[in-house]
């Protein structure tokens, strides 16, 4: 048994032993608390810098600004982060898996864009028939890009994968078609809007034509040269006045910056064609709409303030008559790419040789019925049970033009295009799936819930 004064002792260097348990867990605590801190500091340097250049400020006209300068730092930065990772296997893997074709004779296509609105469509459409599909986005601020990432979830579900990078990144385009056999390329990323031309002219040469340009450059290297399928616009008719528009008309009088720059295009694609073999179909869209569409478009933020009690301004001709467009419903659209992709002729050129002539198309993808802009809002007032507040006032000097109306004969002719939803029943869809994305409860849905409740 312990003596008393063992004891005594015993307890003493138990409580000695503590006391220098305490001091060196403080000293610890001290230590690993400032490493915490220092940690700390650093990552929220690096999210601030990070979320800054992501996600810049809203301008007043529902244009985030992509700004030169951010665009820019953006492309660095998603460079800087696919050199890194394009190294990794994972990142490698996921790609090749992503633009694997799961049927025979299936297609492999990269779709730049792939996160916009038609671009996410598209990759769906061929996804689900069995094509591979990469797709390639830079994830801009130009509009909300939450907006893009949900694309891109609804996209992963369905196993495409998005590569985050910038068309103007030629190393990243080479790397792309390095490691995969494109057959196909569906060129959907741009600067698009008309009016937006007038804040950030130089957003529409960088993507519109350097991009253009350098995708171009790395396809026509590119062995197998891929045939390239790709979105010019309605807007390049410009101030063309015959109706309804023809591509054989005139389209060398365009209103806006952005329809110089699709031109332009245009006449890029020519030379490519010419002097490389590359084959090229460019897809004149007349204003495209739909579910998961561009929050910088008349039909959505219309939707959107007309929820809010918000004031709209509905454009009228100077000449008194109402502005009108031929709204052409999304799935139209995709049926419309997937026909030029499936008859898309192979590129005849290989190492950056042209070995004979190459097919070289030109399309409208219209809905064939113009739709005065009060017209629409009519209908959206139907779907949403709400009254607009209008501010009818005359089309201001900003690009726009007073009217569109596809000629789809060639489109028809050649891929069976044949639009088949009118702008009602697009609207419909379109609100439906506005309603469910944003969460909101209209009127009609309310009272219908009413109506069902007391049944
Ligand atoms: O076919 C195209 O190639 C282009 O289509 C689309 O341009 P637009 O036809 O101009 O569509 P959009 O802006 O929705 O205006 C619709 C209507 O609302 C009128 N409009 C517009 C704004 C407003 O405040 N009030 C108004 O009346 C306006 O005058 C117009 O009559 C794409 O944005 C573009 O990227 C490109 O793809």
């Given at each position: 048994m312990a003596s008393p004064s063992d004891n005594g002792k015993t307890a003493k260097l138990e409580r000695y032993n503590s006391y220098i348990r305490r001091v060196n867990s403080t000293k610890l605590l001290n230590a690993s608390s400032k490493l915490v801190f220092r940690a700390a500091l650093l990552l929220a340097l690096v999210l601030v810098f990070y979320f800054t250049l992501t996600y810049p400020p809203l301008s007043p006209e529902h244009h985030p600004s992509s700004g030169s300068h951010l665009f820019h730092h953006r492309n660095f930065l998603s460079s800087a982060f696919l050199l890194s990772s394009s190294t990794s296997p994972t990142w490698e893997k996921q790609a090749r898996h992503s633009s694997a074709?799961?049927?025979?004779?299936g297609l492999t296509v990269l779709v730049?864009?792939?996160?916009g609105f038609v671009g996410s469509h598209c990759s769906l459409a061929l996804r689900k028939r069995g094509d591979g599909v990469l797709g390639l986005d830079n994830f801009n601020g130009y509009y909300d890009p939450s907006l893009k990432r949900a694309r891109q979830a609804l996209l992963m579900k369905h196993q495409v994968f998005i590569v985050e990078?910038?068309?103007?990144d030629g190393a990243l385009l080479m790397k792309l078609f390095d490691i995969i056999p494109f057959s196909h390329v569906l060129h959907l990323a741009a600067q698009a809007g008309v009016r937006y031309a007038m804040h950030n002219p130089q957003s529409y040469v960088s993507s519109n034509i350097a991009g253009f340009v350098n995708l171009l450059e790395v396809a026509k290297n590119a062995n197998p040269q891929p045939a390239l399928v790709w979105a010019s616009s309605s807007?390049?008719?410009?101030?063309?006045?015959?109706?309804?528009?023809?591509?054989?008309?005139?389209?060398?009088?365009?209103?806006?910056l952005y329809a110089a720059t699709k031109k332009a295009g245009e006449e890029i694609a020519h030379t490519y064609n010419h002097i490389y073999g590359l084959s090229l179909t460019a897809l004149r869209f007349f204003t495209v709409y739909g579910p998961?569409?561009?929050?910088?478009m008349a039909y959505f933020f219309f939707t959107r303030d007309i929820l809010r009690g918000k004031a709209i301004d509905v454009y009228r001709n100077h000449d008194g008559k109402e502005v009108a467009r031929d709204f052409t419903y999304i799935d139209d659209v995709v049926k419309g790419c997937l026909g030029a992709l499936d008859t898309a002729q192979k590129s005849t050129g290989s190492g950056g040789k042209k070995r004979g002539p190459a097919q070289l198309r030109t399309y409208n993808l219209g809905n064939t019925s113009p739709v005065p802009v009060g017209k629409l809002v009519g209908i959206l007032e139907g779907l949403l049970s709400m009254k607009a507040q209008k501010?009818?006032?005359?089309?201001?000097?900003?690009?726009?033009?007073?009217f569109t109306h596809a000629n789809v004969s060639l489109a028809y002719r050649d891929f069976g295009y044949k639009p088949t939803t009118d702008l009602a029943a697009g609207l419909r869809k379109f609100v439906k799936w506005y309603v469910g994305y944003y969460g909101i409860q209209t009127r009609a849905k309310k009272e219908n819930s009413g109506e069902s409740s007391s049944n």
């Open positions: 074709p799961r049927r025979p004779n730049t864009g792939a996160a990078g910038d068309l103007n807007s390049v008719y410009g101030l063309n006045t015959e109706n309804p528009f023809s591509e054989l008309h005139r389209t060398d009088q365009p209103a806006s998961w569409g561009r929050p910088d501010h009818v006032i005359k089309m201001p000097r900003n690009g726009d033009v007073p």
